[in-house]
């Protein structure tokens, strides 16, 4: 049993960081790089092909990967110019898809279904792929499939820098021999008890009856049975519709208590960044807004590199603020909102600060995941008590 007929496109770039670094040093080509925080106490952000084939991987540790393989080049990333090269490429798609959908920073999914009425998909895609790699430089894999799952585990197939295409009739025979490991969503934790269970093949575990599946895992039971049966029946969420993430509070009096202010922007930050973590998302884009008492509304909004961390997204807000606020009346509204957000994990752009940083954040999280939002608080925030933030 399969999805309904649709034809989705999933578009991946290949070790982007460390791809967009060979760009600029071509002598990193054939060589194992690592990209992250350079000091004993970095994280690994990404690494090349050569690099994993020592068993280095992303968010380990700078100083055992060093151990694994002392002839790495070590690079700190550089996330401003990462975002960067992910806007052009998302730009070349969205010359040319009808729908896409950006699920990461070097991540999309398109749908093209209906398409062969005019053209080949596949001839379509593989244009649409040399358009990138021509304007960019940049290496990209893509499967092609019908839907999201089967896309996503063609394109891990396909990879380095490769094009696969599995029709309708060919999805279980594609499926069925790979490890459980290439279904998404299945994690460490998950594949260990799959493992367990004698699951080695999606064969095998497509062949497991649905409810002992969700038996024993609940309603991602069904699915990952789901999914290792070729059924996805997730659409292409258009990139343009994409969601923000925002808050916004009114002053009780109106105020010029530009302090106050600062310390409320703060109090708004901490909130809808956890927000983002808690979602696995980062945003490029901060606006902040401000409406005056005479209820004339102002917004200035600057793009940044993706991120998801309070102390690189509060000087920011600080900045717009002081930028926005020039006629120096009296403030109604004062409001906060994240937007250009994508999937993808906070510790990426962690190039400058180190592990303690990564785990503060980390252990933040769970407290107010437990105890609420509030629990846990910059002292700065702290201090105004009494401003509500929704």
Not at 106 to 127: Q, S
Request: with cysteine; charged share 25%; glycine share 6%.
């Amino acid at each position: 049993m399969l999805t309904p007929n649709r034809t989705i496109v999933h578009f991946d770039l290949d070790t982007f960081f460390v791809s967009v670094e060979r760009l600029l040093r071509p002598e990193l080509m054939g060589k194992p790089v690592i990209i992250g925080g350079t000091s004993d106490r970095g994280v690994v952000a990404s690494c090349s092909y050569e690099a994993r084939k020592f068993g280095i991987h992303s968010a380990m540790p700078m100083k055992m990967a060093r151990t694994l393989c002392r002839d790495a080049i070590q690079v700190r990333g550089d996330m401003e110019l990462y975002s960067r090269y992910s806007h052009t490429v998302t730009d070349i798609i969205a010359e040319r898809a009808p729908v896409y959908e950006k699920a990461s920073i070097d991540e999309h999914y398109i749908d093209v279904t209906g398409m062969d009425r005019f053209f080949g998909t596949l001839k379509w895609t593989h244009e649409l792929r040399q358009a990138i790699i021509r304007n960019t430089g940049l290496p990209i894999s893509f499967g092609l499939s019908v839907n999201k799952t089967v896309s996503k585990i063609a394109t891990g197939e396909a990879k380095p820098n490769g094009e696969l295409y599995v029709d309708r009739d060919g999805v279980q025979p594609f499926l069925a021999p790979l490890s459980i490991r290439k279904i998404p969503m299945i994690g460490e934790k998950t594949y260990r008890l799959l493992r367990s269970m004698g699951i080695v093949t999606i064969d095998t575990l497509s062949h497991i009856p649905v409810k002992m599946m969700e038996k024993v895992m609940g309603k991602n039971g069904t699915v990952i049975w789901e999914k290792a049966n070729g059924i996805d029946l997730t659409p292409v969420r258009p990139y343009h519709e994409a969601k923000s993430v925002s808050t916004e509070t009114t002053f009780e009096q109106d105020s010029i208590d530009i302090v106050r202010m600062k310390e409320i922007l703060v109090k708004m930050v901490e909130k809808i960044a956890f927000e983002l973590r808690d979602q696995q998302k980062l945003t490029s884009c901060v606006t902040v807004k401000i409406r005056y008492s005479n209820f004339d509304t102002h917004t200035l909004q600057q793009h940044i590199p993706y991120t998801a961390f309070d102390h690189q997204l509060i000087p920011v807000v600080k900045d717009l603020f002081e930028r926005i606020y020039q006629r120096r009346m009296l403030i109604r509204l004062i409001g906060v909102r994240f937007s250009n957000l994508v999937t993808g994990n906070p510790q990426l752009n962690m190039f400058d600060d180190n592990v303690e940083m990564v785990s503060l954040y980390q252990a933040l999280d769970r407290i107010r995941r437990k105890y609420g939002q509030k629990s846990v608080r910059r002292g700065v925030a702290v201090q105004d008590s009494e401003a509500a933030i929704p």
